[in-house]
């Protein structure tokens, strides 16, 4: 049968291994096809193939429930559920989702971006099955470096308190992340993974005992308690430690052994109360160069299949924010001991990398662990020490009360540096950066900025580091910088909570921050074609905001519009209401940014597009506001 014909998992049942293994090949190549030539996460997908397979050959998908932890490790999944035909458009404006969306198939479960969540929300759906009298399975696959996230480990001890709820949980052991797993449990896996086969103690070591004189088919009480101390001295440490815990351990086995998985998934199922199936798997399974290079082939832009390599731009690029990021931190650090750079797992995407090859010593990563990585940073900065977390701000609100409770209370200096802030594309809804600006500026203590462009990004990281009287955050975007010259070092530190005039004009004032500077001057140009000439300012601070610089000129003016690449409530251009009432200067203000909508998955441009966004779009709706006499009230 050809994968397109399989329009419900449901399909598989009954399928020999032999026809499996041909499905398995067939989603391989869609998945290798699609990635290579749109981009997208490649390796996880690659790796839970037959894992994938075997799970829903013993599932019936019309009443099982299967909840994915992060979605880009379930293409295979989005292929045997009906998304096969359309897979092509994974991740393009009004395509397939690179996530799973409830919205988007009955049998996407549970939405994730994020780590860490799937026992959680499995665990849940379990206990209202009970609940309800209601009799259906319920998985929760989870990768190896999700359960470096605190949220996995406490919904495990809540499920291992609860002896009679069924539910399983198949690890995913490819023993990475995005960046190779650090800490403890990865210790642990990786004993397992590298131990003798253990199965005969589960499989065999009962029969030893029942042919035995006077045991026959039932063992005594004592005989059992034996049992289970021979198993535990010497089943590896991290089944005992699963065991211990309340769940049932079973592996582990061979994540590309259909025959194995099949077997083990079924003899899994039987088990009354939480059950733990430890499937070791190959990251990028399938395509030889993904085996070897499992970081860079996590996620990829568009490459040739044939040799791996990138498929390279019609035209240079400046260089990434995050590359200038990691680059300025990483020459700082040469010189000041002191600096510390933090990443949860993500040492590649934050630029950290750089750091970690050049001053290993000078650099922690966590895990998936966002919450424990910024206390972490409060604890290093009570003893002198000048942390850097460099956390995603999709991430850093999984960390919130931590920024809150152990950093702004305490008032304690730790640099936060925000990647990914703003529009991020393909990834979608879980991992747009929309809310930090809001999120941040309304905690005492806080400074909050970003740069307009990649060389001011290199003087706020200097300006980050000399800060030393609470914390202050700076946001920057994805991708590549404007390509403005920048330097080596020598880098000037800004002074706190003061803008800068970029234009000059008597007619508007229009209000930059970060990203949407540039754009607000290619508005002024628009604006000054039709006859109407702005001051353009670049705010560089939300907080605190230059309000010796923006209430003078906006009194004078008469007219306020404000940009930013973030939500409207909130936000920057809610931070310019607020000072302009506060102050009793009641101008028109119109405001850009990101309205109350969650926006999907796209290119940048594209969305930028469909909220009205683009500088062209921006200058029309700016005539269109103020062409007509209006009161002096804000909006």
Known sequence: MHLNEITHPNQLHGFSIRQLEDIARQIREKHLETVAASGGHLGPGLGVVELTIALYQTLDLDRDKVIWDVGHQAYPHKMLTGR???????????????????SESKFDHFGAGHASTSISAALGMALARDAKGEDFK???VIGDGALTGGMALEAINHAGHLPHTNLMVVLNDNEMSISPNVGAISRYLNKVRLSDPVQFLSDNLEEQFKNLPFFGDSLTPEMERLKEGMKRLTVPKVGAVIEELGFKYFGPIDGHNLQELIDTFKQAHKVTGPVLVHVATVKGKGYAIAEKDRVGYHAQNPFNLATGKAIPSSKPKPPGYAKVFGHTLTKLAENNPKIIGITAAMATGTGLDKLQQKLPKQYVDVGIAEQHAVTLAAGLACEGMRPVAAIYSTFLQR???????????Q????????????????????HQGMYDIAYLRCIPNMVVMAPKDEAELQRMVVTGIDYTKGPIAMRYPRGNGIGVPLMEEGWEPLEIGKGEILRSGDDILLVGYGT????????????????????????????????ELILPLAERIGKVVTFEEGCLMGGFGSAIIEALQDNNVLVPVKRFGIPDILVDHAKPDESKADL???????????????????PSTVG
């Open 399 to 409: 960390a919130y009360d931590q920024v809150i409770h152990d950093v702004c209370i």
């Open 612 to 630: 009205s966004l683009t500088s062209s779009q921006m200058a029309q709706q700016i005539l269109t506001a103020f062409s007509r006499k209006q």
């Open 411 to 430: 008032k304690l200096p730790v640099f936060f540096c925000l990647d990914r802030a703003g529009i991020v594309g393909a990834d979608g809804p879980t």
């Open 84 to 102: 096969y035909n359309r897979f092509q458009s994974l991740r393009q404006k009004d395509g397939i989702a690179g996530y799973l969306k409830r």
């Open 138 to 140: 319920v998985v929760a």
């Open 516 to 547: 949407m500077v540039h754009p607000a001057l290619q508005v002024a140009e628009i604006l000054s074609e039709h006859g109407i000439e702005a001051t353009v300012i670049n705010a560089r601070f939300v907080k605190p905001l230059d309000t």
